[in-house]
């Protein structure tokens, strides 16, 4: 009788932990099951500065319907979307006014950001307006920093997302390289300046997707979809130097949005 009760208790047990078991994933399943929002969170080259068609209501921000997100959302139909990617962020300005929408419902995030906080545009007009060695100089500043204190900040947005959309499937979009060797300028920065840029961007881009991976987030590499569309290259689908509308220098076109980074973003959601 003694063996009976204990065998007929261990048998509840074991039930109870298999229906608790049972219904938690039953909950996690439909938590997923209903996040299927989307959030576009990041930079200039995630709200499509250089782009057009810029949304009026946002404002210095310049998210346009080319960009990228706007065009994945048209062809996907979220169950919903917010785009509060915003021209100039950096990574403190994602933190704090850009995640807003995020929450449970959100199933997929992309995000772009680091450029800015490693001094993207003050590398380019140093390298435009000054000498070659200053170019070198204020490069090798940007990649100090890249090594030193942007993982820390990357992780501080990374950790948010995963917090604030933790059944999100978040894809961290890279750079382009701005520069075509060998190409078709014939004039502007020396071949040695477009190098260093170039090598700039990548060591940019590997440190991200470093900081992405150790996260458990997808890194979308736009290198490979924009070789050929370099500046120098003849069919660019990055802006030049703008000197009348200077913000859209080194942004990517209408083109670079669809061409460059659609395909990207897309094939790593």
């Not at 810029?54 to 404002?59: A, L």
């Not at 840029?197 to 470093?210: F, G, H, P, W």
């Amino acid at each position: 009788m003694r063996l009976s009760r204990t065998t007929a208790y261990m048998s509840s047990l074991l039930l109870s932990i298999a229906f608790a078991l049972t219904g938690a994933t039953a909950a996690q399943a439909d938590q997923s099951a209903k996040a299927t929002g989307y959030v576009a969170l990041g930079d200039s080259y995630s709200s499509g500065v250089g782009a057009g068609a810029y949304d009026s209501g946002s404002g210095s921000c310049k998210r346009s319907t080319r960009a990228y997100p706007a065009l994945w959302a048209a062809a996907h139909s979220p169950s919903s979307f917010n785009f509060t990617a915003c021209a100039g962020a950096r990574t403190g300005d994602v933190l704090a006014n850009q995640l807003g929408p995020l929450g449970s419902g959100t199933g997929l995030v992309s995000v772009s950001v680091g450029g800015n906080d490693a001094g993207f545009s003050d590398v380019m007009t140093t390298c435009v307006l000054q000498s070659e060695s200053s170019c070198l100089s204020r490069i090798a500043q940007a990649r100090s920093y890249v090594d030193s204190t942007l993982p820390g900040n990357l992780d501080k947005v990374y950790s948010a997302i995963k917090t604030k959309a933790p059944s999100a499937r978040v894809v961290v979009l890279g750079y382009p390289r701005f520069y075509k060797l060998g190409g078709s300028c014939a004039a502007g920065l020396s071949e040695r300046e477009r190098s260093a840029i170039n090598d700039a961007a990548d060591y940019l881009n590997t440190a991200t997707a470093k900081r992405a991976a150790d996260h458990g987030f997808a890194f979308g590499d736009v290198t490979r979809t924009f070789t050929g569309h370099e500046i120098c290259s003849g069919s660019a689908w990055l802006h030049s130097v703008n000197w009348l509308n200077i913000g859209e220098s080194y942004h990517p076109t209408a083109s670079g949005q669809s061409g460059g980074y659609l395909p990207v973003f897309t094939s790593a959601a």
